[in-house]
């Protein structure tokens, strides 16, 4: 069955940095545009990032906007996310999930597929 498998989370002070990995089975990820999202505690899921099928075009939330690199290797099937200057804002639940296309979008109902989720948590 197909599966999205997340890790790299754990916890963190302001400031340090946390690199997440999403990793799938064999063709998963082809043709497909791959994103990152978040949930904090009683709030809705919130896009953090996207990257293209191909070409490596990428968007980002403004909040996360220089600090945090989206990066694929389709060689390995996996997605990740480089985390740098975290806040104590960037903590969540942060998710991995594949895109209907191959060049991706900030709405989450765009995405079929989705990870379990791996916890962030950044220390004042």
């Keep these: 069955q197909v599966q ?7 916890l963190v002070q302001a400031g340090g940095s946390l690199r997440l990995s999403c990793a799938a ?11 990152w999202f978040r949930q904090a505690p009683g709030k809705e899921r919130e896009f953090v990032a996207t990257i293209s099928w191909i070409g490596g075009v990428t968007n980002y939330a403004n909040s996360v906007q220089g600090r945090f690199t989206i990066s694929r290797d389709n060689n390995k099937n996996t997605v990740y ?8 804002e960037d903590t969540a639940v942060y998710y991995c999930a594949r895109h209907s296309g191959t060049l991706g979008s900030g709405r989450a109902g765009s995405y079929d ?7 962030v948590t950044v220390s004042s």
């Design 81 to 88: 996310l480089q985390m740098n200057s975290l806040k104590p």
């Design 4 to 10: 999205l498998v997340e890790s790299g989370g754990g």
């Design 113 to 119: 597929l989705w990870g379990q989720g791996t916890q």
């Design 25 to 35: 089975s064999g063709r998963t990820f082809n043709n497909r545009a791959m994103g």
